[in-house]
């Protein structure tokens, strides 16, 4: 199989910490083909149990259960040891996603970063007018991707989260800030968020933007859950909100694979809301009410 390296990562963690609970256990001599449905039922109430959340539980669980599947076709096993009745997950905890900036905090903060740190503040407007991710898509991307004549941002397949390659419409305004970043008539070669807060051969360690946003957080006195991400979900809500975009185009510039998560992301932003409730509720001091 071809996966993204987000991908892999996720399969090697998954296998990674089964395979220090066998060991823990005793168990890490047992032969692949002997571990049994109840060790996966076991393995789960000590996910459970852990630090990690529904999702990621239920993530590693179904990892595993395809690399067993992945051993069934080599025939290294005879069976798949899975049973759903027995596997535990916790309960949905907290949402730690990325909450939105306060909006009026959102242009002086802005404007601070812009003045004292360009580079990220190129990044937070990448993330605002683009939709894209503050993880590989934003720290690995080369001026090559800038198609700043057509207004084209291109994301690569091998550092997108879907894997795939996604062509994302750059307003005018995000154009004019990359020109004047530099990218115009740049090396196509270089990291566009590359090494000592400029174009580079080099680009910046992994969380190094997060590192430099949180002490604008801090900062502002922001909540710990305003996070890098947070400026991806401030675009997404100001399309929303305008109605610049509908449902299905909303989707396609996030790039979402099932419109089922862009519904979910509608959700959040503006939550169970009904618009003719909103704008059409009768006023009891306009109107006559009959019993």
Request: glycine share 6%.
């Amino acid at each position: 199989m071809q996966v993204t390296r987000t991908t892999y990562l996720g399969y090697t963690r998954a296998a990674f910490l089964f395979g220090e609970w066998l060991k823990e256990h005793g168990l890490d001599s047992k032969p692949m083909r002997k571990i049994s449905a109840q060790d996966i039922a076991d393995f789960s109430i000590h996910l459970a149990q852990s630090k990690f959340d529904k999702p990621t539980c239920e993530s590693f669980i179904m990892r595993i259960r395809s690399v067993f599947k992945y051993a069934l076709k080599r025939g290294e096993v005879v069976t798949v040891p899975f049973d759903r009745d027995l596997i535990v997950l916790p309960k949905k905890g907290k949402d730690h996603s990325a909450a939105l900036i306060p909006s009026h905090i959102m242009p002086v903060l802005l404007q601070d970063i812009k003045e004292h740190d360009p580079q990220l503040f190129l990044a937070c407007m990448m993330e605002f007018y683009c939709g894209t991710r503050p993880g590989r898509e934003i720290r690995l991307i080369k001026v090559r991707n800038f198609d700043l004549v057509n207004g084209i941002l291109t994301i690569d397949a091998d550092k997108s989260k879907n894997g795939k390659v996604g062509r994302i419409t750059m307003s005018n305004d995000f154009i004019e800030m990359c020109k004047g970043y530099g990218i115009e008539g740049a090396d196509p070669d270089l990291y566009v968020f590359g090494k000592n807060h400029r174009l580079d051969t080099r680009h910046l360690s992994e969380n190094m933007l997060t590192f430099r946003f949180n002490k604008y957080r801090t900062k502002y006195q922001l909540s710990t859950d305003v996070k890098l991400y947070s400026f991806k979900h401030m675009g997404a809500s100001y399309l929303v909100h305008s109605k610049v975009l509908d449902i299905l185009e909303l989707k396609e510039h996030l790039r979402h694979s099932d419109l089922s998560a862009t519904q979910h992301y509608v959700k959040k932003v503006l939550g169970d809301k009904n618009e003719a409730i909103r704008t059409q509720f009768p006023n009891p001091l306009k109107v006559h009410c009959q019993a």
